[in-house]
């Protein structure tokens, strides 16, 4: 028998809201047997410690078990204490109240499956993470904890993984950086709240690329912010055209690295007019670089946060691309001159990740694991997306064409005929296979159609030719 205490969810008693005190006592223990909370033969509290635990008359208690005995719902055991009657029958449920309207999962074009499926983006290769080093570190890590590891971890992330980040950056991504300038965040999310609380304010323009990372637009909607939808081209995003669309925005996001989802890099002439509108203007531009690592034609590009004299720039990046997702770990570089209000608004939001999961992580960067890593998995990835794009092709033939992509995580293929992406994404959904129609990712009313497909969990060629034939049985 399970002893239920009314600590167990019970909230104060109310002495003037006009029901008296064993009323009340009645109500909670009825509703709770009725809604099935107890269940029949389940232990409760006695009269005595009840009283003590409620801080009233112990004849309050029992005036209100008595009503209880008397309608059935419990009885009393003598030395065995009281019980919910064990025969009671369960009650209808109440009639649920109409649920508000839900947003479809992948209205901003990104719902997770409950399992990892083919083509799924954003989830690197996890069957090649180095699940045993990692729990070696963990275990470590463990056994070394002291007393003040336990307590709240800072609000701007632990200095030892701020500095393994700073470190990192500068040799990786060619960003100057101190550590007081990284904020370590639990995603993407986080980022992008922790910039929009510090820099921005309700009601202000922001240039986001078009096609772009859907979740962006949502999060500048949530905070009452007006997206800026500019065009890209084979140079990434058309600073003329934002500057033409809206040319006194406060910010701009941009993804120069492998614009998301097309996977161009920005040039060297769009940097830096980018840059040059931003100093003007006194605007900020979000770099988000997602998987930077990735490049395959050539050394991956310098970060455009590299190019910044004048700290208009916040570098955001993330592990969840380049380790695995339920680490939620994430970074951003902030201007020097602004590392005072990103403190600020950290201690206000409190949103940090784990100490734990930060001290792993800064172990693994430390003793060299992580650029170890991030080398296999280049080559991996290199081997995976040559083999992906070779079997779907060979399977598709005419009916869909691969896009080569310099970089990045994902394929895009297009439809020759002009079909609709979206019908066919769902198709592939409930197949098992998982796509992104590329048309979510655009505010446009006509947008590109194509299918996102990413290849990190795609082991062989032969694996991509059996799915690509599925998926032109559902053309």
């Given at each position: 028998m399970t002893d239920h205490r009314p600590q167990d969810g019970m909230p104060p008693l109310a002495p003037g809201s006009g029901d008296p005190l064993y009323r009340q006592i009645y109500d909670r223990f009825r509703g709770a047997i009725t809604a099935g909370t107890l269940a029949p033969g389940d232990r409760i509290p006695s009269a005595r410690a009840l009283a003590k635990e409620m801080g009233v008359a112990r004849g309050t208690i029992e005036v209100a078990y008595s009503l209880l005995v008397a309608e059935g719902y419990i009885q009393s055991?003598?030395?065995?204490?009281?019980?919910?009657?064990?025969?009671?029958?369960?009650?209808?449920?109440?009639?649920?109240?109409?649920?508000?309207?839900?947003?479809?999962?992948?209205?901003?074009?990104?719902?997770?499956?409950?399992?990892?499926?083919?083509?799924?983006?954003?989830?690197?290769?996890?069957?090649?993470?180095?699940?045993?080093?990692?729990?070696?570190?963990?275990?470590?890590?463990?056994?070394?904890v002291q007393a003040p590891d336990l307590s709240y971890p800072p609000s701007n992330g632990l200095m030892g993984l701020r500095t393994a980040v700073a470190a990192y950056l500068q040799v990786a991504r060619g960003i100057q950086c101190q550590p007081s300038q990284v904020f370590i965040t639990s995603g993407y999310n986080h980022t992008m709240q922790l910039i929009m609380q510090a820099l921005l304010a309700p009601g202000d323009h922001v240039w986001?690329?078009?096609?772009?990372?859907?979740?962006?637009?949502?999060?500048?909607?949530?905070?009452?912010?007006q997206a800026v939808p500019v065009p890209v081209d084979a140079d990434g995003l058309i600073v003329g055209e934002g500057i033409?669309?809206?040319?006194?925005?406060?910010?701009?996001?941009?993804?120069?690295?492998?614009?998301?989802?097309?996977?161009?890099?920005?040039?060297?002439?769009?940097?830096?007019?980018?840059?040059?509108?931003?100093?003007?203007?006194?605007?900020?531009?979000?770099?988000?670089?997602?998987?930077?690592?990735y490049r395959y034609v050539s050394r991956p590009l310098p970060a455009l946060k590299s190019l910044d004299a004048h700290g208009r720039v916040l570098y955001a990046g993330s592990f969840s691309k380049v380790l695995f997702p339920g680490l939620r770990?994430?970074?951003?570089?902030?201007?020097?001159?602004?590392?005072?209000?990103?403190?600020?608004?950290?201690?206000?939001?409190?949103?940090?990740?784990?100490?734990?999961?930060?001290?792993?992580?800064?172990?693994?960067?430390?003793e060299g694991h992580f650029g170890r890593h991030i080398q296999r998995m280049r080559r991996l990835y290199s081997e995976r997306r040559n083999a992906t794009a070779a079997?779907?092709?060979?399977?598709?033939?005419?009916?869909?064409?691969?896009?080569?992509?310099?970089?990045?995580?994902?394929?895009?293929?297009?439809?020759?005929?002009?079909?609709?992406?979206?019908?066919?994404?769902?198709?592939?959904l409930e197949q098992g296979m998982y796509a992104h129609p590329l048309s979510r990712w655009s505010s446009l009313q006509d947008p590109r159609r194509g299918l996102l497909l990413s290849f990190t969990n795609i082991a062989s060629e032969a694996q991509a030719h059996e799915l690509g034939l599925r998926i032109k049985g559902l053309m």
């Open positions: 055991r003598g030395q065995a204490g009281t019980i919910v009657t064990p025969d009671l029958q369960p009650q209808a449920a109440p009639a649920a109240s109409t649920p508000l309207p839900e947003t479809p999962d992948d209205e901003h074009g990104w719902h997770r499956p409950a399992v990892i499926l083919p083509f799924q983006m954003g989830v690197p290769a996890l069957d090649e993470f180095p699940r045993k080093l990692w729990a070696r570190l963990g275990a470590r890590q463990l056994r070394s986001v690329e078009d096609p772009g990372y859907p979740p962006t637009r949502a999060l500048l909607a949530q905070a009452r912010m033409a669309r809206c040319t006194d925005a406060k910010a701009a996001v941009v993804t120069p690295a492998h614009q998301s989802p097309l996977s161009m890099s920005l040039s060297l002439p769009r940097r830096q007019a980018l840059l040059e509108w931003a100093e003007r203007r006194q605007a900020w531009i979000v770099e988000d670089d997602y998987d930077g690592e770990l994430a970074y951003l570089v902030a201007p020097a001159a602004q590392v005072a209000r990103f403190d600020r608004i950290c201690r206000l939001l409190s949103g940090t990740a784990p100490g734990y999961t930060q001290s792993l992580l800064t172990a693994f960067m430390a079997g779907l092709s060979a399977a598709l033939g005419d009916r869909m064409t691969i896009d080569p992509q310099p970089g990045g995580m994902h394929l895009v293929a297009r439809m020759e005929s002009g079909q609709p992406d979206q019908p066919l994404a769902a198709r592939m």
